[in-house]
Each structure stands twice: as C-alpha cells, then as structure tokens.
C-alpha cells in the first residue's frame, strides 16, 4: 500500500514538472524546452547539478521566467521521501521506464516534425515549381502575343505598302493606255487622212480611165460598125447566091427523081407482070407486117399469163415480172437496214399496244417462214385512215416476205372472170420464195355474206374461190384482210381469220406525233431541191418554207383540237398547210396562219360528220 502510494506520489511529482516545464517551453521556445529536458536528466539519474545562474526575479512567487518553484520543491520533498523509502528503487526504475517512454514517444514526434517539415518543404518546392511553370507559361504566352503582334504589324505594313505599289502600277498603266489610246488615235486619223486620199486618187484615176475606156469603146463600135455593114453586105450577096445555087441544086434533083418515078409508073402500068408482082408484093409485106404484130401479141400475152403479175395486183414488192422486182427488193432492204433502226413504223404511228402486237406479229411470221410451219391469216379493221394498208406493208418488210396488194372492189368489175383471176393470184403468190403477204383493202366488197340478195353469181362464186384456196393452212401466203365493217363479213371468212388487229383513231399522243411527223415531211424538207437542165430551162425555182412560231406547245394545242382524225385527215391537214404557205406572199409559215388553216380544217371535219350523220350530238 506504501508503495502503491509512493508510486502515485512520485507520478503526480514528475506529471507537475512535466507540465510546469511544459509551460516554460511553450513561453521560453524550443531552448528553454531542451534545456527542461537536459535538466531532468540529472534529477532521474539521482545526480545533483548545478543550476543556471537565474535571473531577479522580482516576485517570490515566480521565477523570471514566469515558473513557480513551490511545485519542484515539493517534488523535491517528495524525492526526499521517496530516497529514504525502500522502494525507492522500484519507484525509479518505474520513473525511468515511464521517462523512456516519452522519450520514445517525443523521438517518434520529432521524426513526424521532421517529416511534416520535409511535406511542407516538398509542398513549398512544388508551390514554386508551379508558380515557375506558370511565369514561364505567361512569359511564353506574352512572347507569343508579341511575336503575333508584331507578324501583324509586319503584315498590315506589308499589305500597305502593297497595296502602295499597286495603286501606283495602276496608275502607270492608265498612264500608259492613255498615251496608247491617245497614240492610236493620232494613228488612226493619220491613216484616215492618206485612205482619204488615197481613196481621191482612185476616184480621180477611175474617172479618168472610165473616160478613156467609153472613147476607145465608142471608137471601136464605131469602127465595127463599119466593118459589120461592110460585112453584111459582102454575107447578103453571099448568102443569095448559095441559096440560088441550093435552090437548083434541089429543082434539079426533084425533077430528075420524079421523072424516074414517073417513068417506073409507065412502065409498070403498061407492063401487066410487072402490075402483078409489084402488088403482090406490097400485099404480102402488108401481111407479113401484120401477123407478126398479132403473133407478138399473142405470144407476150402467154408470157405475160405464166410469169406476169396477176391484174388484181395493184402494189407488190414483187415486181410485174420474177426479174423486175430484184432491183427494188434490193432498194427495199437497203431502205429498211439503213432507214429503220427496227424501232417504229417509219410513217405509221400506231398506239404503243397496237405496234407491240404488229411487231410480235412480224417477229413470229419470220420465224414461222425460218422453220417451215403454217401462217396464221389476219383481219385488220377500224375506221377509214387509220394506218391499215400502211401496217401490212411494214408487217411484210419486217417479216421478210413479199407483199401484194389489192382491193376488193376489182373483183366485181370481172364477172365470171373473177375465179379465174383469183386462182391466177394464188398460183402466183405460191410462187414467192420468201413468202408472200397478200393484202385485200375494203374486203367487205366481195367477201361479204353470201345470202344478201344484192349479191350477184359471180361474186358468190369468187368468194368461193377464195375460200376453197384459203381452206387449209397455207406455208406461202399469209392472208390479211382490210375492212372498216367486220360484221359484213361472211361467217367462213371469218373463220379462216387468226388474228384480228383493231385500228382506232389515233389518240392526242399519236396524233402529236402525227403532226410532228407530217410537218418535217410536208413544211420542213419541202422547198427547193437540186434542179435539173430542164427544170432550170422551164419550171419557176421552188421557195423554201420558213417556220416561225410552230413550236411543240402549238402543235400539242393543235392535237387536242382534231380529236377525231385520223392519220389520213391529219396528213390532208398537213397538206393544207403547206398548200396555204405556198399561196401567201412571203411562204412563211407562222402560229397565227397554223392555228387558222387547222380551225378552219376542224370545222370541215365536224360539217362532214353531221353531213354523214355521224355526230355524237
């Protein structure tokens, strides 16, 4: 328990120096502090020192430091007692350990004093470093500013002085061109001045020489003037002489003629045999003559019937004979190859359904020709001018066969010839070696039904004709029939029909491109072309027509107007306007004299409608 109590003791000894020595550190600095420390040292060893000399210490109470002593002398009292105890030992060794420790502990606090001065030094240099790099920063950036302030300065003093040199380079060169110009000038009026009279000069010489030339031309008229009355007079006397002398010569010879012929007369009058073989003679040249022209005629009238054209024929590519047509087939397929780009109809504009199904019409009978097999016969209709002859001729052409054309009113006319003529025709068109497409316009004539009572034996008898050749399917004709009354047709007929094309009026597309086409046909490539010796002796030079004003919007305007024509009304239309450029005084065609020969031609189509009872009102 005493020693319990010393311990205490002792503790609260060295915690009251502790703190006064505390005390004095904080208001002596760290030396006073050290010294506390290096004097504590002695008193836990048990050694007595010497004490500092102390400064007048006016309080008795306190040193001159501020420290109160009553605290170490009781410390000291304790100290006393404790060294007279028996456990003061212990009590010591308990001191020195406990002193240890804050030493331990004051080291450790110094080392983290250290490092904390070593942060901070280390945070201060770091604060450096970045206020240099900042300065260096703003240095560099200040140089910059300098350096482009400066470039600027430079800059705008160069574009100045540029700009200096520039105005004055101008003003050199209008300088210079105004003394060029006023030079020019100065030249200019010089070289007027001598054309001027060099000009005078001219006049003056070709006066003169006009002069001279008019006398010595009025000296030579004159002189052949004389020469030619001389002449005359001299080719008169001449000239009547050879005419009297051509006169006898003439007289002489018709007098001697006619007394030999006179002479032969007697003797052939007084003569009987020779009466008698004279016109024997005579009668016999005049026979021979004779039978020789019939013989011919009979004889090229079988020519003729064997390879001739059939006289229902009106067109055909063919030719009359199997050697006439190879020229124009030739021409044909030069025509086709280089006119026709295998796109269109040439002159027929048809609706783009319609030509699609010609063309596949064409394609498929040159391939049914290429591999032997069987035509298909064709039934075009429609109304008048819709394009249908036009079509079977390009059908043809595209198909590579022989075309043929007729028409059905030419079989009437033939009584009971017309079987005899139809047979001819199919006998001639079998001939064909590239095939032959045998065309029959206005079909209704004499294919029409045979129990009308209007229809005479004949007729009856060349429809059956027709159907007797047309009974089976032909691998050398293709039949195309043209009508504008389908339903007149006979029932048979239209059974021998495969196709059936209908031709509508051409709609405002078409017939645009009706009135483009026909008005580079009939306005545009007509005018004059390269005459002849004839034409340039006794037919008045053709004008070319010039065309002002027909632009596309006119010729759509127009288009919508003649709603209802056909392409032949559209062509006639055509033709008029043509006919009215040539009758105008300038043969110029403008918009205003378009517009009034198609009103006036819309007008007449609609008169002629109402006239046939046909209009839709």
């Not at 030739?330 to 027929?348: A, C, E, I």
């Not at 290429?370 to 079977?392: C, D, E, I, V, W």
């Not at 580079?520 to 002002?548: H, N, S, T, V």
């Not at 009304?569 to 009215?580: D, F, G, H, T, W």
Request: with cysteine.
């Amino acid at each position: 328990m005493a020693q319990k109590c010393a311990i205490g003791l002792i503790s609260a000894v060295v915690a009251s120096v502790s703190l006064s020595q505390s005390k004095v550190a904080a208001a002596d600095g760290p030396q006073q502090q050290a010294a506390a420390s290096a004097s504590s040292q002695p008193l836990t060893a048990g050694k007595e020192s010497s004490a500092p000399p102390r400064a007048r210490n006016d309080n008795p109470r306190t040193s001159s430091g501020g420290f109160d002593p009553e605290a170490l002398e009781r410390g000291a009292k304790a100290l006393k007692e404790i060294n007279n105890s028996s456990y003061a030992k212990k009590v010591f060794e308990s001191i020195k350990q406990q002193e240890e420790t804050k030493q331990t502990e004051f080291a450790a606090k110094g080392k983290e004093y250290k490092a904390m001065q070593a942060q901070a030094e280390t945070e201060r240099q770091k604060v450096i470093y970045d206020e240099q790099k900042k300065l260096s920063q703003h240095q560099a950036q200040t140089k910059s500013q300098m350096a482009r302030y400066e470039d600027d300065l430079a800059r705008k003093r160069m574009q100045a002085e540029n700009e200096f040199h520039r105005t004055r380079n101008q003003e050199l060169v209008k300088m210079q061109e105004d003394s060029a110009i006023r030079q020019e000038q100065a030249r200019r009026a010089t070289e007027e001045q001598i054309q001027a009279q060099r000009r005078q000069t001219e006049r003056e010489k070709a006066e003169i020489e006009r002069e001279t030339i008019k006398v010595k031309a009025i000296a030579e008229a004159e002189g052949r003037a004389h020469e030619a009355r001389l002449a005359e007079d001299v080719n008169r006397r001449m000239l009547v002489d050879r005419a009297n002398a051509e006169r006898e010569k003439w007289v002489a010879a018709i007098n001697t003629t006619f007394d030999h012929i006179g002479g032969g007369l007697r003797a052939i009058l007084t003569d009987q045999n020779k009466l008698i073989v004279a016109v024997g003679g005579a009668t016999a040249l005049a026979a021979g003559i004779y039978t020789t022209r019939e013989g011919a005629k009979v004889i090229w009238s079988y020519v003729d019937r064997i390879l001739g054209q059939p006289s229902l024929i009106r067109e055909s590519s063919r030719g009359k004979y199997p050697w006439s047509g190879s020229v124009s087939r030739v021409m044909s397929t030069l025509r086709g190859k280089g006119g026709s780009n295998g796109k269109g109809f040439g002159d027929v504009i048809l609706h783009p359904s319609l030509q699609k199904r010609i063309e596949h019409l064409a394609n498929a009978t040159a391939n049914t020709k290429s591999h032997q097999a069987p035509f298909r016969n064709m039934l075009f209709y429609g109304p008048p001018g819709t394009g249908k002859t036009m079509a079977a001729r390009e059908l043809a052409r595209k198909s590579g066969l022989d075309y043929a054309l007729m028409t059905g009113g030419d079989v009437a006319p033939l009584g009971s010839q017309a079987v005899t003529k139809i047979h001819q025709l199919f006998d001639w068109g079998k001939k064909s070696k590239r095939g032959l497409l045998l065309f029959i316009d206005e079909a209704d004539a004499f294919l029409c039904e045979r129990n009308k009572t209007y229809m005479s034996e004949a007729q009856r008898s060349a429809l059956n004709a027709l159907l007797f050749r047309t009974g089976d399917q032909s691998k050398d004709i293709v039949l195309a029939l043209a009508t504008n009354r389908p339903g007149d047709l006979d029932s048979a007929v239209a059974d021998r029909v495969d196709e059936v094309l209908e031709f509508p009026l051409p709609g405002e597309e078409e017939r645009f491109k009706l009135l483009s086409l026909y008005l580079e046909k009939y306005i545009a490539q007509a005018g004059p072309r390269k005459p002849g010796l004839f034409d340039r002796l006794f037919k008045k030079e053709q004008q070319k027509i010039e065309i002002k004003g027909v632009t596309e919007e006119l010729l759509k305007e127009a288009a919508a107007k003649t709603e209802g024509f056909s392409g032949r009304e559209i062509a006639k239309l055509m033709a008029s306007v043509q006919a009215a450029v040539y009758g105008s005084e300038d043969c110029v065609l403008d918009s205003v004299l378009f517009r009034e020969v198609v009103d006036y031609k819309v007008a007449e189509h609609q008169q002629r409608r109402k006239l046939a009872g046909t209009d839709s009102k």
